[in-house]
Structure formats: C-alpha cells, structure tokens
C-alpha cells in the first residue's frame, strides 16, 4: 500500500512536470531559457542581453543576437503575422522588433562580433549613439544583407 501511494504522487509529479509547457502569447515569456540560436546553434541563454526570436504560428525561433535574427529572416522570408522580439539594450526586455531603433558602427561588440543594438525609442538610439560613437540609426525595414555584411567593417 505504501509503494502503491509513492508510485501515485511520482506519476502525479510526472504528468505535472510534462504539462508545463509555454504558450508563447507574447515577448516576455520567461520559459525561453535552454534554446538555441536558429541561425548559429549557439545558446542563447548564455546571450540573454542580446537575444531575440520571432514567433510565428507554426513555432518559435530563438537566436542569440540581433544579427541573427536577421541573417535567419532574411533568409527565410518573414511572415506578416510574425512577432519579432529583440532586446532593448538599456532596458534588457524584450521589444518588438520591428518597432525597435537599431544602432550599427558603435563600440559595443555582441556574441557574434560587431552587432544591430536594438532600443526601444528613437531618443534612446540617439543617446546609444553618442555614447558609443554609434554611425546610424536604421529601422526594421531598412536592415538588408549589405548592413549586415558591413557590420564589421
């Protein structure tokens, strides 16, 4: 009778730690520790100041930079029903990317080398860019593969 009561709590325990799986409903879900980068498969918990993901309907896309995440949707073509998350440098919470003011050419190196550093307003990109010898401010929309080749130069 005893085993019988410790193989019921165990079972119940088990089913308990199955089902506490993420909806992603939004950006901030802390459940997002232990993912890799879906561009480089490096972990992006190690990257938390930098990370980013989209989610789409189909599933979720983690990366551990900004220039990931670019890289991966460019070459993957986004949806519009997409979210794109980034993390805002200064507040270290994740944004919507495609609202966010990226900063290129500053002094500030990411996990992949030199790095789009996403603020959440146009005023913070500015400070960001005297701060850190910043050399432009571009929006979603205006990140195409040469800014990103020309990220390190």
């Known amino acids: 009778m005893k085993n019988a009561a410790y193989f019921f709590i165990l079972s119940i325990f088990i089913l308990l730690s199955a089902c506490t799986g993420s909806s992603e409903s939004n950006g901030n879900n802390q459940s997002d520790s232990n993912q890799r980068c ?3 498969g490096m972990p992006t918990e190690e990257f938390q100041a930098w990370r980013g993901k989209i ?3 189909a599933a979720t896309k983690h990366f551990c930079s900004p ?3 670019f890289i991966n949707s460019q070459a993957h073509s986004l949806a519009p029903t997409d979210s794109v998350f980034v993390t805002d440098y200064y507040g270290q919470t994740l944004i919507d990317g495609r609202n966010a003011y990226y900063v290129i050419g500053s002094d500030v190196i ?4 030199h790095d789009l ?3 959440a307003s146009q005023q913070a990109a500015e400070e960001f860019m005297q701060e850190h010898k910043g050399q432009q401010i571009l929006r979603f929309g205006e990140v195409d593969a040469e800014t990103i080749k020309g990220l390190g130069k």
């Open 38 to 40: 879906a561009q480089c």
């Open 55 to 57: 989610v789409g309907t």
């Open 67 to 69: 220039r990931c995440l």
């Open 110 to 113: 990411g996990p992949m080398g």
């Open 117 to 119: 550093v996403p603020l």
